[in-house]
């Protein structure tokens, strides 16, 4: 059972009526501290389901001072033991379950961020997929994939419809484009100066199919939960690799030899994965029944998950479209 530990920042005056509003909700434990003849500090320990709950709480009753703070932790150990609810959850429950919005929301932000540290994860997952193609290794072409960081901005991207907010969607689509363009201009580069054999590594990327769009969707609908139900991100952040980076790297290094047309298809297949992951990602936040705090922003958000839905769709349905006429 994930716990977490919430730890409120209040007036002095405001620490009752804080104390009345959290009460009847499902905790654990509740602490009032004293910090100073101004503030004083609320500690409460909550299933890691009841955080979003007890923020939007937290947020209606005393949002107006100004030294309101929350701050949320995870909850590593706790003695005596906790005994499980005898209505936990079951897997399945567990899996498709998520963390709060604002935990998931920071999660997101952080993994979305454009700095040198991607940029250069960026270029090193692109110089080992090469390799890994040249040589037809694919455990090579793995380990490119495991460093590659577009998982981040991905979520970021499906993060941002479903919530509405435009801050973190172009936050996150400059960082991805970035990304990819950097991997497409270095491989065009390499394809240039070097002479690109056809192994089945390179050959495979080629051949599309309807197979491939099962691909992307499950790619999405696991990076969605890998970052909503504390799945290590890592491991499946691979599966959203292996959708984006091979077929762009292969296409990269086709222009630079000069072959467009088997380079078209390599572009088609990744458009393609590219389409399903977010259309997966979308769908995925919206059945977990993620949402903004107040009406106002959820009605703000309701028309921009339909309309970014409607977006990755209808391009699906015409490079599905395109795929058939090729």
């Not at 909700?25 to 500690?43: A, R, V």
Request: with cysteine; hydrophobic share 55%.
């Amino acid at each position: 059972m994930a716990l977490r530990l919430v730890q409120v920042s209040l007036p002095l005056e405001a620490l009752s009526k804080a104390k009345e509003v959290l009460w009847p909700e499902d905790i654990f434990y509740l602490y009032t501290l004293k910090t100073n003849e101004s503030f004083g500090l609320i500690s409460i320990v909550v299933k890691g389901e009841k955080v979003e709950e007890v923020l939007d709480l937290l947020s209606s009753h005393f949002a107006m001072y100004e030294q309101f703070r929350v701050w949320v932790l995870p909850v590593e150990a706790r003695l005596p033991a906790l005994g499980e609810d005898k209505k936990e959850k079951g897997f399945w429950q567990r899996v498709l379950g998520r963390l709060s919005r604002d935990e998931l929301y920071i999660d997101v932000f952080k993994a979305s961020r454009l700095n040198l540290v991607y940029v250069l994860m960026v270029i090193l997952a692109t110089l080992v997929a090469v390799v890994g193609i040249f040589r037809n290794e694919v455990a090579v072409i793995i380990g490119a994939m495991v460093i590659a960081p577009f998982l981040g901005p991905n979520m970021g991207l499906a993060l941002g419809s479903v919530l509405g907010d435009l801050k973190l969607i172009k936050k996150s689509g400059i960082t991805l484009l970035l990304g990819l363009f950097l991997t497409l201009g270095l491989s065009l580069v390499l394809g240039y100066f070097l002479e690109v054999p056809f192994t089945p590594a390179l050959v495979s990327r080629l051949q599309v199919s309807s197979v491939d769009v099962l691909l992307g969707l499950s790619a999405g609908i696991a990076g969605t939960l890998a970052f909503s139900s504390e799945i290590p991100s890592v491991v499946v952040g691979v599966m959203v690799a292996v959708a984006l980076l091979p077929p762009l790297v292969v296409a990269g290094l086709l222009l630079g030899q000069g072959l467009f047309r088997e380079a078209g298809k390599a572009l088609l297949l990744f458009l393609i994965n590219m389409d399903c992951i977010n259309l997966a990602a979308i769908s995925t936040f919206f059945l977990q029944g993620l949402k903004p705090r107040t009406w106002w922003e959820e009605n703000k958000a309701k028309k921009s998950t339909y309309l970014a839905f409607s977006i990755w769709l209808v391009s699906l349905l015409i490079l599905i479209w395109w795929l058939g006429k090729w």
